[in-house]
């Protein structure tokens, strides 16, 4: 199965202690995870501050500094994780170093999905898609999926790869304290909205990449998160 592992951070980093543990420790995990070929890709985010939210209302496109979310927690980067099940996805996360100071998310991929070789190079910016739960009728969905796979044409080279992610009940949340991988059902930050997916672009420029976000179809119901990613 394959798996989104969003690396999540709560607050500050902490201690300088903490914070050399974590950087001192992620070169052997990501060696480790390759080794195994368990990890597809792996990248570190910019600044949440520097994110900007794009909406489409009424063919206006509105766009916002700053995250979605109003939250001293965040997402501080990501991997796409083939793994053999669950257990094996927690087994991974609790080795990562962040894990044990702050917390993973581990979010299914739908069944059966093929992702493609990836290099890190490639990713420079992430569209994180955030819906809420209200129904949409059908026909309305229909066209939405429609004008989805048009963008996807549209977008050429710059979309490294996208998909939608399983109902947010299916996150898991991994934290490690004192030695004990301690398990929580669900997202590791609850709002209204949710992340229900992932766009990995190769843009070469901020504003390429906002309207890109402005011409996906969720963007006139939803929001889309605009983030940057950086080299270690």
Not at 41 to 51: E, I, Q, T
Not at 150 to 169: C, M, S
Request: with cysteine; net charge negative.
């Amino acid at each position: 199965m394959k798996y989104l592992q969003l690396i999540c951070i709560e607050g500050t980093t902490g201690t300088p202690e903490a914070a050399a543990a974590m950087r001192d420790n992620v070169g052997p995990w990501v060696q480790e995870t390759v080794a195994r070929r368990i990890n597809i890709v792996g990248k570190p985010l910019d600044d949440p501050a520097s994110a900007k939210t794009v909406r489409v209302r009424n063919g206006e496109t509105i766009v916002s500094d700053g995250p979605f979310a109003d939250s001293k927690e965040f997402i501080g980067g990501l991997d796409l994780l083939d793994c053999a099940n669950l257990d094996e996805a927690i087994e991974v996360a609790a080795k990562h170093p962040v894990s044990w100071f702050h917390a993973i998310e581990l979010r299914p991929f739908p069944d059966g999905l093929e992702i493609p070789a990836i290099a890190s190079e490639d990713l420079r910016y992430l569209l994180q898609v955030f819906a809420d739960e209200v129904p949409k009728p059908p026909e309305v969905e229909d066209a939405i999926r429609r004008e989805g796979e048009q963008w996807r044409e549209a977008a050429g080279d710059a979309l490294v790869f996208g998909n939608g992610l399983q109902p947010r009940e299916t996150a898991t949340t991994v934290r490690v304290r004192d030695g004990q991988v301690l398990l929580t059902d669900g997202p590791f930050i609850e709002t209204k909205e949710f992340l229900a997916g992932v766009c990995l672009l190769n843009c070469q420029t901020e504003q390429e990449a906002i309207e890109l976000a402005a011409r996906f179809p969720l963007a006139r119901h939803h929001m889309v998160e605009v983030r940057r990613f950086v080299d270690l």
